[in-house]
T-cell receptor, first 113, second 112 residues
């Protein structure tokens, strides 16, 4: 299985500010994804992070709010911009190994006050 | 579009009881199916998977069979333990993009 780390593991932020979450994978992977898990809810895909091109966003998520970078095959960042309390969630990155199996990072727990 | 429907929780069982968590899906094509588990305070872990019809995934005593005719992937375990207490998510993988569509999750509580 993949080893995926995320930083920070948790943070408390003030509304109106931005937070950048980092995701590091232990080997080169083609596909990386960013998900959001709101309190007590399931996971929702935010976007697919593509190396060398812009991220592909799901319905309801936009680049201005969640800009994503993918500078190489082992690293990606997700920024949560102009935060509001509704952005309080766990943000998880994942990568695909073994053809179709996704492995997840430990998540970043974000609380916006 | 793709969707996954799971039975609502929480499910509360006594230790050594039989567990079934129902999962049905709607998808185009031939998706792969997964069960993920989230233990309290921890990240999401792959529990088992099946990639084609009639495949059975198994791990740690848990099993699930990919039933194309009923579009189901029910999770079962013959004898649960307190340590199995967690939230279980059924998910399917889009055959093209590999992105996952998750069910709502089912919280399992096992009492000693």
């Amino acid at each position: 299985s993949a080893v995926i780390s995320q930083k920070p593991s948790r943070d408390i932020c003030q509304r109106g500010t931005s937070l950048t979450i980092q995701c590091q994978v232990d080997s080169q992977v083609t596909m990386m994804f960013w998900y959001r898990q709101q309190p007590g809810q399931s996971l929702t895909l935010i976007a697919t992070a593509n190396q060398g091109s812009e991220a592909t966003y799901e319905s309801g998520f936009v680049i201005d709010k969640f800009p994503i970078s993918r500078p190489n095959l082992t690293f990606s960042t997700l920024t949560v911009s102009n935060m509001s309390p509704e952005d309080s969630s766990i943000y998880l990155c994942s990568s695909v190994r073994g053809g179709e199996t996704q492995y997840f990072g430990p998540g970043t727990r974000l609380l916006v006050l | 579009g793709n969707s996954v429907t799971q039975m609502e929780g929480p499910v509360t069982l006594s230790e050594e009881a039989f567990l079934t968590i129902n999962c049905t899906y709607t998808a185009t094509g031939y998706p792969s199916l997964f069960w993920y588990v989230q233990y309290p305070g921890e990240g999401l872990q792959l529990l088992l998977k099946a990639t084609k019809a009639d495949d059975k995934g198994s791990n740690k005593g848990f099993e699930a069979t990919y039933r194309k005719e009923t579009t189901s992937f029910h999770l079962e375990k013959g004898s649960v333990q307190v340590s199995d207490s967690a939230v279980y998510f059924c998910a399917l993988s889009d055959t093209g993009r590999r992105a996952l569509t998750f069910g709502s999750g089912t919280r399992l509580q096992v009492q000693p």
